[in-house]
């Protein structure tokens, strides 16, 4: 069984188009009227496999970009999917706990141990003015090393808006900073 010749490559087209014209254009080396036909005719040959490499690597390149927009809108349907699933699950809990509260039950469990119970959340802090809670910092910065305080805890506060920074201050030394305040005796509805 003969072997198929394997299509040449574009960089190999190119590279073969490159030297005939140097062959072509440098009559020095290429005295023959025949041999100079030759080489004309191959690269009318080699003209009409590059265009066609080139209109096939279009054509893929087309293919491939449709199969990006198919994919990306297939992201955002199922996206949406999901947020109208995760809603429906937020409102099924909130109606669950809605009803387990007007029946005065903490907990409710089947046998096969589905249910829900409430649960005591962990305490959180809420950031009530933004800039008090900076001139606390700018006030207190220097003065966390007596009571044990990490400066840069004092620091984070302001610079990440984060919570636990705060969180962590509190623990440490059973102040909350002003600006700031720590939220407890919240529940959440836990599903078993």
Not at 67 to 95: F, P
Request: charged letters at 40%; hydrophobic letters at 35%.
């Amino acid at each position: 069984m003969a072997k198929l010749a394997k299509p040449a490559s574009l960089y190999h087209i190119t590279d073969e188009i490159r030297d005939i014209l140097d062959l072509i254009l440098n009559p020095d080396e290429l005295e023959e009227e025949a041999l100079r036909q030759v080489f004309l005719d191959r690269l009318d040959e080699l003209e009409g496999d590059i265009n066609n490499k080139v209109a096939n690597t279009s054509f893929y390149y087309h293919e491939v970009q449709s199969a990006i927009k198919a994919r990306k809108e297939e992201e955002v349907r199922l996206r949406d999917q999901r947020k109208m699933l995760e809603n429906g699950l937020e409102r099924l809990k909130s109606y669950v706990g809605d009803s387990m509260d007007r029946a005065g039950r903490t907990e409710i469990v089947n046998e096969k141990g589905f249910g829900f119970k409430f649960a005591k959340s962990p305490d959180s802090v809420e950031v009530t003015d933004r800039d008090k809670l900076e001139k606390w910092q700018n006030e207190n910065v220097g003065k966390m090393e007596d009571q044990d305080v990490d400066e840069f805890v004092v620091m984070e506060i302001i610079l990440s808006e984060r919570k636990k920074p705060i969180m962590e201050y509190f623990k440490k030394t059973g102040e909350c900073p002003d600006g700031a305040r720590i939220v407890g005796n919240k529940r959440h509805l836990r599903v078993k």
